[in-house]
């Protein structure tokens, strides 16, 4: 499906008469473009697909709006990509949309688009319940969003499309990528489980999986961008193969990352236990870029629970991979999903999930309480438990890997970290000085900055270098940056001095300044916020589709809706 431009042609300059002097035209005057800005429910997936609706949307002539305008959702489309993933996910989306309509009132225009796994669910039911929305489009068509919010302005109609199956492979399309020196590349889509509580098969459908030419295609064109991070993206990624019949392609491509020039950091989510074998270990403990961190869904630790669940595999199975992944890699982080309250989970059940959690030693974990989805099979189980119930053994379950992560934290006190320094700042980091960013192993570390009298060389520097930089003043967009001052995309090392059970704090052991390595990354984010502050030219654009090609095998914070 094509894509149409958005905004009108701008007018060329008016023809001029020798005699009489210029013409007055009779175009329309030149009209600012249209802004957007798109806001995101729920998992990786559906941040990486919001990148790609941004793209779709700058290639069609629309210009993101504003930081401040972003908080206020003064845009002229706001694009809601939605998730269905927990029972909450449709509270979420209608109290988004309950704000937006008085905005939408107020501001003649205004559009609202409504995408994702919940809109591929609800379908028409969203402009029923919410009618000044103007478009829905599903998970399968997301590259019909502009021509959507084109007709819908043209008939003054809402527009509701959704595709039953992929329409264009979404790594195809136009991505404006949130960040530089990381990156999303979604390696499948789909899955082909059948998991009881999960409804994400029949709204993403069956597993597809891309080329592997294409995927290093992807991961070479953003290094060659400034990207240092890469997370290989899928709904079971470690099944990666199966619709080619490869099933060592998994391991082979994580190989194959490992020697790509300038990729220093690859990460992937989610794998599925059934399908996790040994030679993907093998893979990451002997590819030095593939980083010491799994996360892997355990979702319940009673086997009862999990053949309910029709998850094919055992306790004992996914405690066998965890001792194998610390053998081969002593200090992995691993982290995992747990749904607490599963249709006929009996108290002995849920002691079996508290066995292994301790067992497991999980730096995080993210824990739900079971909710219904219609159209899983779960929804309509018998024994559907209490809130009451549910509630107390989720708090127990919290509790309980609060201790744990708390003790797995305290073993990186004393410990040299490298930490990519990120965009994204904590909440006392201004008042504390400090910078936030990723370990190898994804903890997240606050980094403590020596104050400017320790002879850091910040003495000219504002105090609160935490944020987006306001003016081209800013040191870190010198062209010689002060020594210790760390961009996002560089490299500090630093030593945990504290920590908690979700962050560590790796604040100043001595007086003199940080260690910084200077990236490509760093450079990235300095050239794009020159242009941001109109001190460049823009050479990063809205993005380009992946590239393909017969290659041959030889870059954020994980989010739960």
């Given at each position: 499906?094509s894509?149409?431009?958005?905004?009108?042609?701008?007018?060329?300059a008016?023809?001029?008469?020798?005699?009489?002097?210029p013409?007055?035209?009779d175009?329309?005057p030149?009209?600012?473009?249209?802004?957007?800005?798109v806001?995101?429910?729920?998992c990786?997936?559906?941040?990486?697909?919001?990148?790609?609706?941004?793209?779709?949307?700058?290639?069609?002539?629309?210009?993101?709006?504003s930081?401040?305008?972003?908080?206020?959702?003064?845009?002229?489309?706001v694009?809601?990509?939605?998730?269905?993933?927990?029972?909450?996910?449709?509270n979420?989306?209608?109290?988004n949309?309950?704000?937006?309509?008085?905005?939408?009132?107020a501001?003649?225009g205004?559009?609202?688009?409504?995408?994702?796994?919940l809109?591929?669910?609800?379908?028409?039911?969203i402009v029923?319940?919410?009618?000044?929305?103007d478009?829905?489009?599903?998970?399968?068509?997301?590259?019909?969003?502009?021509?959507?919010?084109e007709?819908?302005?043209?008939?003054?109609?809402?527009?509701?499309e959704?595709?039953?199956?992929?329409?264009?492979?979404?790594?195809?399309?136009p991505t404006?990528?949130?960040?530089?020196?990381a990156?999303?590349?979604?390696?499948?889509v789909?899955?082909?489980?059948t998991?009881?509580?999960?409804i994400v098969?029949?709204?993403r459908g069956?597993?597809?999986?891309?080329?592997?030419?294409e995927?290093?295609?992807e991961?070479?064109?953003?290094?060659?961008?400034?990207?240092?991070?890469?997370?290989l993206?899928?709904?079971?990624?470690?099944?990666y193969?199966?619709?080619?019949?490869?099933?060592?392609?998994?391991?082979k491509?994580?190989?194959a990352?490992?020697?790509?020039?300038g990729l220093?950091?690859?990460?992937?989510?989610?794998?599925?236990?059934?399908?996790?074998t040994?030679?993907?270990?093998?893979?990451?403990?002997?590819?030095?870029?593939?980083m010491?961190?799994?996360?892997?869904?355990?979702?319940?630790?009673?086997?009862?629970?999990?053949?309910a669940?029709?998850?094919?595999?055992?306790s004992?199975?996914?405690?066998?991979?965890?001792d194998?992944?610390?053998?081969?890699?002593?200090?992995?982080?691993?982290?995992?999903?747990?749904?607490?309250?599963?249709?006929?989970?009996?108290?002995d059940?849920?002691?079996?999930t508290?066995?292994?959690?301790?067992?497991?030693?999980?730096?995080?974990?993210?824990?739900?309480?079971?909710s219904?989805?219609?159209?899983?099979?779960?929804?309509?189980?018998?024994d559907?438990?209490?809130?009451?119930?549910?509630?107390e053994?989720?708090?127990?379950?919290?509790?309980?890997?609060?201790?744990?992560g708390?003790?797995e934290?305290?073993?990186?006190?004393?410990r040299?970290?490298?930490?990519?320094?990120?965009?994204?700042?904590?909440?006392?980091?201004?008042?504390?000085?400090?910078?936030?960013?990723?370990?190898?192993?994804?903890?997240?570390?606050?980094?403590?900055?020596?104050?400017?009298?320790?002879?850091?060389?910040?003495?000219?520097?504002p105090?609160?270098v935490?944020?987006?930089?306001?003016s081209?003043?800013?040191?870190?967009l010198?062209?010689?940056?002060?020594?210790?001052?760390?961009?996002?995309?560089?490299?500090?090392?630093?030593?945990v001095?504290?920590?908690?059970p979700h962050?560590?704090?790796?604040?100043p052991v001595?007086?003199?300044?940080?260690?910084v390595?200077?990236?490509?990354?760093?450079d990235?984010?300095?050239?794009?916020?020159?242009?941001?502050?109109?001190?460049?030219?823009?050479?990063h654009?809205?993005?380009?589709?992946?590239?393909?090609?017969?290659?041959?095998?030889?870059?954020p914070?994980?989010?739960h809706?």
């Open positions: 499906m894509t149409t431009a958005l905004t009108p042609a701008l007018p060329s008016a023809a001029t008469d020798p005699s009489t002097g013409a007055v035209s175009e329309a030149e009209q600012p473009p249209r802004t957007y800005l806001r995101t429910l729920g990786q997936m559906n941040v990486h697909d919001s990148e790609h609706m941004a793209g779709m949307l700058e290639q069609a002539g629309y210009q993101r709006a930081t401040q305008d972003e908080a206020a959702s003064a845009a002229d489309v694009v809601i990509n939605t998730c269905a993933v927990r029972e909450n996910a449709a979420k989306l209608y109290g949309l309950g704000q937006l309509a008085s905005i939408k009132a501001r003649p205004m559009q609202i688009a409504v995408g994702g796994c809109a591929q669910k609800d379908r028409g039911d029923d319940r919410a009618p000044w929305v478009v829905v489009f599903g998970t399968h068509n997301l590259d019909a969003l502009p021509v959507l919010l007709r819908a302005r043209h008939n003054e109609a809402a527009q509701v959704i595709a039953e199956s992929l329409q264009v492979f979404p790594s195809t399309l404006k990528r949130e960040s530089v020196y990156g999303w590349v979604s390696i499948s789909g899955c082909n489980n998991c009881t509580f999960c098969p029949h709204l069956k597993e597809r999986d891309r080329r592997p030419g995927i290093l295609a991961v070479e064109a953003l290094v060659a961008a400034g990207a240092i991070e890469v997370t993206l899928g709904q079971n990624v470690n099944s193969g199966v619709e080619f019949g490869d099933r060592g392609a998994f391991a491509l994580l190989r990352c490992g020697r790509i020039e220093e950091r690859v990460r992937f989510t989610s794998p599925h236990p059934a399908a996790f040994d030679d993907v270990i093998a893979a990451m403990a002997e590819t030095p870029n593939v010491p961190q799994l996360h892997m869904p355990l979702q319940s630790g009673s086997d009862r629970v999990l053949r669940m029709r998850r094919s595999y055992r004992e199975k996914f405690l066998g991979i965890l194998r992944v610390r053998a081969a890699m002593p200090d992995a982080s691993i982290t995992t999903d747990i749904i607490v309250g599963f249709p006929g989970e009996t108290e059940d849920f002691a079996e508290l066995r292994v959690v301790e067992a497991s030693r999980f730096s995080s974990a993210f824990s739900f309480q079971y219904p989805r219609p159209g899983t099979p779960a929804a309509t189980m018998p559907q438990l209490p809130k009451a119930v549910v509630q053994r989720f708090e127990r379950l919290l509790a309980l890997q609060e201790r744990i708390g003790q934290a305290d073993k990186q006190v004393g040299t970290l490298e930490v990519l320094v990120g965009e994204g700042s904590g909440k006392k980091d201004g008042a504390m000085h400090r910078l936030s960013g990723r370990a190898e192993d994804n903890r997240l570390v606050h980094v403590g900055l020596p104050r400017p009298s320790t002879g850091s060389g910040l003495d000219d520097a105090l609160d935490t944020g987006a930089p306001v081209l003043d800013d040191p870190r010198s062209a010689v940056v002060p020594d210790g001052l760390p961009r996002p995309g560089d490299v500090v090392t630093a030593t001095t504290k920590a908690a962050h560590l704090i790796a604040d001595s007086a003199g300044p940080l260690v390595r200077r990236t490509r990354s760093g990235a984010w300095a050239e794009r916020e020159r242009v941001r502050l109109g001190g460049g030219e823009d050479t654009s809205h993005g380009t589709p992946a590239p393909s090609g017969p290659v041959v095998l030889g870059l914070t994980l989010r809706g």
